[in-house]
């Protein structure tokens, strides 16, 4: 029986600056091996020049094998390079966009596969809500909006809780107005890790930042940290 494990980070990380790279430490050390291979699917950022060098930076420092999978240029065979990596990392970006795209690719269905044999999925922002039932996303423009997610782990999640103004208010509203039952909301430099579905536990990288529960009890918002 393999451990299955997700770490959802709310915000931050290698994407905005190296930095001391705890939260990527943090998701190297779930491999007990001494190169783990990463794999970094920038599908949400358009598959980011930028961003993908900064993953390499990031991870060749804690002495990963390295690799990425492009969409936007020549695709590899999705379902070889996927099953053979230890971590799977998926920045952020347009959520919705990103969704599409895998689909028409069948990686949702690898990625429901690679989780189930053990590989690690970890991810920031459009990478953290993937795995969830549904999630709070900024795919467009005007407003904030549900999405339908990959349906790995039950749930529905906010990234960014505390980066950006109008994540609390959307969030008490929805609850409030009874659209959804709860939600799992993450701040900036904050993950969630989910070990075999069930299990929750949050990682602050940041300064005393939190992961909560958000949901209605009597009338009234109830904040319960994970």
């Not at 959804?180 to 430099?189: D, Y």
């Not at 069930?198 to 529960?213: E, Q, R, T």
């Amino acid at each position: 029986m393999h451990s299955k494990n997700i770490v959802a980070i709310g915000g931050g990380g290698f994407g905005r600056s190296l930095g001391s790279l705890e939260i990527e430490k943090y998701i190297a050390s779930l491999i007990n091996k001494k190169r783990p291979k990463i794999c970094f699917i920038p599908t949400a950022s358009g598959d980011s020049s930028l961003y993908k060098l900064n993953f390499y930076r990031a991870f060749s420092k804690l002495d990963c094998i390295t690799s990425h999978i492009d969409f936007f240029s020549r695709t590899e065979n999705l379902e070889e390079k996927v099953l053979t990596q230890d971590i799977i990392y998926v920045g952020g970006g347009n959520t919705k966009s990103m969704l599409a795209v895998w689909k028409e690719w069948n990686l949702h269905n690898i990625l429901q596969n690679a989780y189930e044999k053990g590989i690690v999925m970890s991810g920031v922002s459009a990478g953290a809500i993937c795995w969830f039932d549904k999630g709070i996303t900024d795919s467009f423009a005007n407003e904030l909006n549900i999405i339908n997610c990959l349906g790995i782990v039950d749930g529905i999640a906010c990234p960014h809780f505390d980066e950006e103004k109008e994540r609390e208010p959307y969030v008490s509203d929805i609850i409030k107005r009874e659209v959804i039952e709860s939600c799992i909301c993450i701040e900036g430099n904050c993950a969630l890790h989910i070990k075999n579905d069930f299990d929750f536990s949050s990682i602050d990288f940041g300064n005393g930042k939190k992961c909560f529960k958000v949901s209605k009890e009597n009338n009234s918002l109830k904040k319960e940290i994970l």
